[in-house]
């Protein structure tokens, strides 16, 4: 698994925007097509975004998507793994490269970031997509839910946003998540000329 290997040291920049969900493939942390264009997508700088998920280290295999169900097993697997050391020392690697996180969880994300997370870090927000954590994190958040995600109810009862017609696997692919995390992104940053005409097109 990618996550045995060192971590590596990232950029330094006012504010860094991340994906960060469980691997799929835990061969590689390449972002599949719909994860690029929806972060690509975001009123954020293109040097604040990694184009890589969690553990954020560039590599050169082939994302290979496997069947729903072994993706399941192998995102379980880091829902029960999220507290070992390599986890906390990739976090670390990206937490000191910012002077602001915005972390974008999906499903078991969630609980990775709650057990990496240090009370120091630089978190800015996390906007939970079909959240499966054992508890809210403690920085500020917005659990996200759509109407169909059954999964994700079974372990919150409450969100902060509910999204009629969206199941687990169908966050990114609604524009409603994007107009939300743009709004904060435009409304709480002091965005660079290129950043703030992305934000005026994004409104």
Request: aromatic share 8%; with cysteine; charged share 20%.
């Amino acid at each position: 698994m990618i996550l045995s290997e060192p971590p590596v040291r990232h950029p330094f920049t006012p504010l860094k925007v991340v994906l960060l969900t469980g691997l799929s493939d835990p061969a590689t942390c390449a972002l599949s097509a719909v994860q690029t264009r929806f972060l690509a997508s975001l009123a954020a700088p293109e040097t604040a975004k990694i184009y890589w998920n969690f553990p954020y280290l560039p590599s050169s295999n082939a994302r290979r998507d496997p069947p729903l169900w072994l993706a399941s097993i192998r995102n379980t697997r880091q829902f029960f793994q999220a507290s070992r050391p390599a986890y906390r020392e990739h976090w670390r690697a990206l937490a000191a490269s910012a002077e602001s996180l915005v972390v974008i969880t999906g499903s078991c994300g969630l609980e990775i970031f709650n057990q990496c997370r240090e009370a120091r870090d630089p978190v800015g927000h996390v906007f939970a997509l079909g959240p499966v954590a054992r508890e809210r994190p403690a920085v500020p958040h917005t659990l996200i839910q759509g109407t169909r995600d059954l999964f994700s109810r079974m372990f919150f009862r409450e969100c902060h946003v509910e999204l009629s017609g969206v199941g687990h696997m169908n966050y990114l692919d609604d524009c409603r998540v994007q107009r939300l995390i743009n709004d904060y992104l435009c409304s709480s940053t002091s965005p660079s000329p290129a950043a703030d005409s992305t934000c005026r097109s994004a409104g």
